[in-house]
């Protein structure tokens, strides 16, 4: 092999030599420097693929342009840590919002979009990965939005086509809740909830090929491990989940298998580049001992919430999800933070099981009570996850794949498949696809 390289081709080989540690050419002034991982996090599209901030917006009249009180996103938090798009979650509490799922969904979306509105110089609403790109380079936030429940749906594929319309582009399975055509890990061992028996029913594969078709990512998070094997099988498109961290290190059941993780990185069709995991950074999915102590002091924090129900009742009052937080919150506050090398350790873990294709990152801020690793407050702090991967040895394009890079080629890949979809008869849905790889 001739070791002469056209220019063009050893600026694209520049990364790989660097990253492969190649002797430092003799001549000193033309030793290939190491980007800093300053220079790194802020030449990169960061992405994150979960943020439960919408509800603040419409509960608590928050304006992303308000300082974080207490969150942890805003426009500042965000422009310090070179965020370039974030995933607003729609996420509508099942069990208070009962018999109002599409309202309090169509109020959750509006209010995101109505953020958009008011910042026109900082927020940039946008659909397409192509619009993320495009916003990143006027420096501007792009926002999108994933439902995350199909109870959204309220079971019907028009509103789910409508939602799209809207324009929502993930959306997960099930939140914490079975919904009659998709189970949930939440509730999987609740004999009193009635499940699937194959993890998806007609209409539940029905609500994956609309999504494929429709260029609507397929949201794995939260779903149980049979709904999560049974949704690979059918999916057409490679599927995300949005934020979901690994079992292998910290044992809940949100959290993902080594055989997930694998799976999720040979879902799609048999040309698929495969999905993505995004890293949940909730302190209780990526430390062990963190969630051992959570579930020691469940039963008094219970007690407590408990006890605030019934005086809120006794005065003809009804406790609001964020006084319950509060309460929680102080029980949660009782154990120490894990340190940020625990939750470098999921994204370590997934790139060596699934592939460095196949990690990103998934916060789950404003969604998890502030329980963060130590040093993670708010997407101010995003910049220290890029200096850790990179005392670790990961190369500035692993990097840039990590924060961003991965997630836009799925969704990419998801608007191809969606093309495709569009352009062909709809074929009968059955259990024997030809691409179910994983199960090799
Ligand atoms: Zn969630």
Redesign the pocket.
């Known amino acids: 092999m001739s070791t002469r390289m056209p220019v063009a081709c050893l600026l694209l080989a520049l990364p790989i030599l660097l990253s492969a540690q190649t002797p430092a050419p003799s001549h000193p002034k033309m030793t290939p420097k190491r980007p800093t991982a300053e220079a790194v996090h802020s030449s990169a599209l960061v992405i994150d693929t ?1 943020a439960d901030t919408p509800q603040r917006f419409v509960d608590e009249h928050f304006d992303l342009a308000d300082p974080l009180g207490g969150g942890n996103l805003n426009l500042e938090s965000a422009r310090k840590g070179n965020l370039g798009a974030e995933f607003f ?1 729609i ?1 509508v509490e099942p069990v208070r919002y009962k018999g109002q799922y599409a309202h309090r969904t169509l109020e959750l979306i509006d209010a995101v979009k109505q953020q958009a509105a008011k910042h026109p110089g900082q927020i940039e609403f946008v659909t397409t990965p192509a619009g993320i790109e495009a916003a990143h380079r006027e420096h501007k936030l792009a926002a999108l939005m994933g439902i ?1 429940g199909g109870h959204s749906i309220e079971n019907s594929i028009p509103l789910l086509r409508q939602y799209y319309a809207l324009g929502v582009r993930y959306m ?1 399975l099930t ?1 914490s809740n079975s919904n009659g055509w998709a189970d949930s890990s939440g509730d999987i061992d609740d004999k009193t909830v009635p499940h699937t028996k194959e993890g998806l029913t007609e209409f539940g594969k029905d609500v994956v090929y609309e999504m494929n078709r429709l260029g609507m990512m397929v949201d794995i ?2 779903v149980s491990d049979r709904t999560f094997f049974r949704t690979l099988i059918i999916s057409r498109a490679p599927v995300i989940a949005s ?1 979901s961290s690994a079992r292998a290190l910290c044992d809940a059941p949100r959290n993902m298998t080594d055989d997930m993780l694998r799976a999720v990185a040979n879902s799609g069709g048999p040309n698929s580049k495969g999905g993505v995991v995004q890293v949940n950074f909730f302190s209780g999915f990526i430390s062990q001992p963190y969630r051992d102590a959570m579930k020691a002091i469940e039963p008094e924090a219970a007690k407590a919430v408990q006890a605030l129900k019934d005086k809120a009742k006794a005065e003809g009052k009804e406790a609001t999800p964020s006084d319950i937080e509060k309460v929680q919150r102080q029980f949660a506050d009782r154990i120490p933070r894990p340190p940020l090398s625990l939750l470098i350790d999921h994204i370590d873990h997934i790139a060596k099981v699934a592939g460095i294709d196949h990690v990103g990152l998934g916060s ?1 801020f404003d ?1 998890i009570g502030g329980q963060l690793p130590q040093g993670i407050d708010s997407a101010a702090d995003l910049p220290k996850i890029t200096a850790a991967l990179m005392a670790r040895g990961y190369s500035a394009e692993d990097c840039r794949k990590i924060l961003g890079g991965n997630l836009l080629r799925v969704f990419r890949e998801v608007e191809q498949v969606s093309k495709e979809l569009q352009a062909e008869n709809r074929p009968r849905i059955t259990d024997k696809q030809p691409f179910d790889k994983w199960q090799k």
Do not use: L, M
Request: hydrophobic share 20%; aromatic share 18%; charged share 20%.
């Open positions: 979960h979650s996420w995350e997960t939140w998070s939260h934020h789950d969604g």
